[in-house]
C-alpha cells in the first residue's frame, strides 16, 4: 500500500521498490487490484526517466534475454503501426545484404492496423513460430529472421498491459514506450531504429504526441546501453499503395525489385540507412543493395529458411489474393485526401484485420490504391481496387467512404495537391561533453519552412530529433529525403536525462484502440 500511496502522492519510486512490485506481480504474489492501482497512479502522475527506464528494464529481464553479440552487426527495427507499413519486409533484406544481421521478433495486427506477422503468413509455407535456437541458426546462417512474438520475451509486459487495456491506462507515454522497449532490449539488438508513425491512420495523431513518443523511447535505449534513432513518418494516407497481408507482401517484392511506390522506398531506405550508420557502416550499402538485387536474393533466402515458397518472388498468383472489385469515379476531380484510418477500417471490414486478439483473419481481402493525392481522376476511372470475399464489401466500402477518396471538383482545384506535406522538425542537440554533464532540455523548434522541405521526392517522412550538421545544414538539400533523426550511440549523445520533466504534463490522449503494441 505504502508503494502505490508513493506514487499516488506524486514522489518517486526507489529502483529496488519498483523491482519487488512488478517481478512479486509476475509470480502471483501481488495482486491484480493493486497493480492496477498502481498503473492508475503512473497513469495520472507519471513516471519520470529513470523510473520508466528500470520499469522497461524489468519488464525485459521478467524472461528470455536473447544474446546476439555474436552475430555481425545486429539490429532490430520497430514500427509504432500504420496502414499499408510493410517497411520491415524491405527494410529487413535491404539491410542483411548490407552486411547486417536483422533480427526481428514481430507481433500481429489488431484493429485497422496490419502485423508483419499475418503478412509473412500469406506466402505459402511460411512460418513465424519458432525456437530460440533455430531463431539464432537462421539470424546466423541468412542474417535475416523475422519470428513471431515468444510469450518468453518480457512476459511482465504482456501481463501488465491485459491490465492495462481493462483499466483505461493505455494511453500513457511512459507506459508505451517502456512496453514496446521492454521487447526490443530482450531481442538482443545492438542498434534499433524506431519508426514512429503520426497522422490519421496512427495512434499518435500529432507531431507534438509522436515526438514525445519517440524521444522517451530514445532515451530509454540510451539509458539501457544501445544504439537507437527514431524517425517519424507520415500516416495520413496509407504508406504505398497496398493495404492487406498477401498484397502488401507483393508491393514489399515490387519495391525490392525497385519497381514499388516511392514513398514506400523513401522511409525504408531512410530507416537502413540510419540503422547503417548506427552500425558505423556506410550509409550508401543501403541503396546499392537495393539496386543490385541482393535484397531482393536476400529475401529469397529468408522465405526459404523460414520454409516459405520462395517462387512467390516471382509468381504472385501462389500468393492468397481475393476476388477483384474496382472502385469507379462517379465525376471526374482531383484527389483531396486518402484518409489511412478510413482505409484501415474499410480492410477490418473485409475481414483483414482482428477486432480482438487471436480473431482469424483473411490474408488475400485489401484495398489497393490506384490514385493517390494529388492525382487528376476522370468519370468512370478506377480509383482503387477492392481484394473481397463478398464478407464486409458493402461496409468496406459505403460506411467508410472508400469510394469516394476525398475528390475535389476540377474547377475548384487552383493548384496541384501535393502528394503529402513534408514537415522536418530541427531539434536542439548538445554537445556529447555537455549532454553527458547533465540532462538535456526538451527539444526546442528550430527551423520549419516548406519551401526548403519539398526537394524532389514525395517527402513523406517527418523528422525528429537532433541533426548532427545543424549548425551547417539547417534544411535539407533538394532531391534528398525529408528526414531528420532522433538519438545514436548512448556512448555519445547523452542520457536518459534528456526526458527530466516531461511527464509533468497530462498523458497523451489518442481516439480509437492502441494498437502500438500487438
Known amino acids: 500500500m505504502a508503494f502505490i500511496r508513493e506514487k499516488r502522492e506524486g514522489k518517486k519510486h526507489r529502483r529496488e521498490d519498483l523491482e519487488a512490485f512488478l517481478l512479486g506481480y509476475l509470480r502471483d504474489e501481488v495482486p491484480d487490484y493493486q497493480v492496477s492501482a498502481w498503473l492508475m497512479a503512473a497513469f495520472l502522475r507519471g513516471l519520470d526517466p529513470e523510473e520508466t527506464l528500470w520499469l522497461t528494464e524489468t519488464m525485459a529481464r521478467s524472461g528470455k534475454v536473447l544474446d546476439l553479440s555474436g552475430l555481425p552487426h545486429p539490429v532490430d527495427k520497430h514500427s509504432s503501426g500504420g496502414v499499408g507499413d510493410k517497411v520491415s519486409l524491405v527494410v529487413g533484406p535491404i539491410l542483411a545484404a548490407s552486411g547486417c544481421t536483422f533480427a526481428k521478433m514481430s507481433g500481429r495486427g489488431l484493429a485497422h492496423t496490419g502485423g508483419t506477422i499475418d503478412k509473412l503468413e500469406s506466402v505459402p509455407g511460411w512460418r513465424g513460430e519458432m525456437t530460440e535456437a533455430e531463431f539464432l541458426e537462421r539470424a546466423r546462417r541468412v542474417g535475416l529472421v523475422i519470428a513471431a512474438q515468444s510469450p518468453d520475451l518480457a512476459p511482465l509486459d504482456g501481463k501488465l498491459y491485459a491490465l492495462r487495456d481493462v483499466t483505461a491506462t493505455v494511453e500513457s507515454v511512459p507506459l508505451i514506450a517502456s512496453s514496446i522497449m521492454s521487447k526490443k532490449l530482450a531481442a538482443g539488438a545492438r542498434s534499433i531504429v524506431l519508426d514512429v508513425k503520426v497522422g490519421r491512420g496512427a495512434f499518435m495523431k500529432t507531431l507534438e ?310
Do not use: C, W
Request: aromatic share 2%; glycine share 14%; net charge negative.
Open 209 to 518: 504526441e509522436a515526438r514525445l513518443l519517440a524521444k522517451t523511447m530514445v532515451a530509454i535505449g540510451q539509458g539501457a546501453g544501445r544504439r537507437v534513432r527514431a524517425l517519424l513518418t507520415s500516416m495520413e494516407a496509407p504508406l504505398g499503395r497496398a493495404v492487406g497481408n498477401a498484397i502488401e507482401v507483393r508491393e514489399a517484392i515490387e519495391a525490392l525489385k525497385g519497381e514499388g511506390p516511392g514513398d514506400l522506398l523513401e522511409v525504408a531506405l531512410a530507416l537502413a540507412e540510419e540503422a547503417l550508420r548506427l552500425e558505423g557502416l556506410d550509409p550508401a550499402l543501403a541503396r546499392k543493395a537495393l539496386e543490385g538485387g541482393a535484397a531482393l536474393e536476400k529475401f529469397r533466402a529468408f522465405l526459404e529458411a523460414q520454409g516459405g515458397d520462395p517462387r512467390a518472388v516471382e509468381d504472385f498468383s501462389l500468393l492468397p489474393l481475393a476476388e477483384e472489385h474496382p472502385l469507379r469515379a462517379e465525376r471526374e476531380g482531383v484527389v483531396r485526401e486518402v484518409d489511412a484510418y478510413k482505409v484501415g477500417l474499410a480492410v477490418l471490414a473485409l475481414g483483414g484485420g482482428r477486432k480482438r486478439k487471436g480473431e482469424p483473419i483473411d490474408r488475400g481481402v485489401g484495398v489497393y490504391l490506384l490514385k493517390k493525392p494529388g492525382d487528376r481522376v476522370e468519370r468512370g476511372e478506377a480509383l482503387a481496387l477492392v481484394y473481397h470475399r463478398r464478407r464486409g464489401l458493402e461496409e468496406g466500402v459505403e460506411d467508410h467512404q472508400l469510394g469516394a477518396l476525398g475528390l475535389e471538383e476540377v474547377q475548384d482545384v487552383v493548384a496541384p495537391l501535393p502528394a503529402v506535406k513534408p514537415v522536418l522538425v530541427l531539434e536542439d542537440h548538445r554537445p556529447p561533453e555537455e549532454a553527458r554533464q547533465g540532462p538535456v532540455p526538451l527539444p526546442v523548434l528550430l527551423g520549419h519552412h516548406p519551401d526548403h522541405l519539398l526537394g524532389k521526392g514525395q517527402g513523406h517522412l517527418l523528422g525528429v530529433g537532433h541533426h548532427r550538421h545543424l549548425g551547417r545544414h539547417p534544411f535539407p538539400q533538394e532531391g534528398l529525403p525529408q528526414v531528420a533523426v532522433e538519438g545514436g550511440d548512448a556512448a555519445t549523445d547523452g542520457r536518459i536525462g534528456a526526458h527530466q520533466g516531461q511527464h509533468a504534463r497530462p498523458p497523451v490522449r489518442s481516439r480509437g484502440y492502441a494498437p502500438y503494441l500487438k
